[in-house]
């Protein structure tokens, strides 16, 4: 079976770090670009990070650059974001997809089911 699944959201204060986990199972990463995006209530769906099918490139949103970091290891299958100084406006529901291209643009072939991450005093 074809899957995402993300873990390691949570409740932090703000300034505090999360890492976020997504595990890909069926399919290996090494095909697939995979994004994080994010979904705050009332809010549009927006991309967060990037990371290219070969692993050499990452971006990032606005929001996240200097704070946020993607990363991936292909032998666990998994990719990662790490987000540090986190902010009441990053709360929301973290989300991976996975993209047959070489980037994020476009469609994606999977999507996760999401982590919720909240972010208050």
């Known amino acids: 079976q074809l899957r995402l699944v993300e873990s390691g959201g949570g409740e932090v204060q703000p300034g505090g770090s999360l890492r976020l986990s997504c595990a890909a199972s069926?399919?290996?990463?090494?095909?697939?670009?995979i994004a994080w995006l994010r979904q705050a209530p009332g809010k549009e769906r927006e991309g967060v990070s990037c990371?290219?099918?070969?692993?050499?490139?990452?971006n990032y949103a606005d929001s996240a650059k200097g704070r946020f970091t993607i990363s991936r290891d292909i032998a666990n299958n998994t990719v990662y974001l790490q987000m540090n100084s986190l902010k009441p406006e990053d709360t929301a529901i973290y989300l991976c997809?996975?993209?047959?291209?070489?980037?994020?643009?476009?469609?994606?072939?999977?999507w996760g089911q999401g982590t919720q991450v909240t972010v208050s005093t």
């Open positions: 990371i290219s099918k070969n692993g050499n490139m990452t």
């Open positions: 069926g399919f290996s990463l090494n095909y697939y670009a």
């Open positions: 997809a996975a993209h047959r291209g070489f980037s994020c643009s476009g469609v994606f072939a999977y």
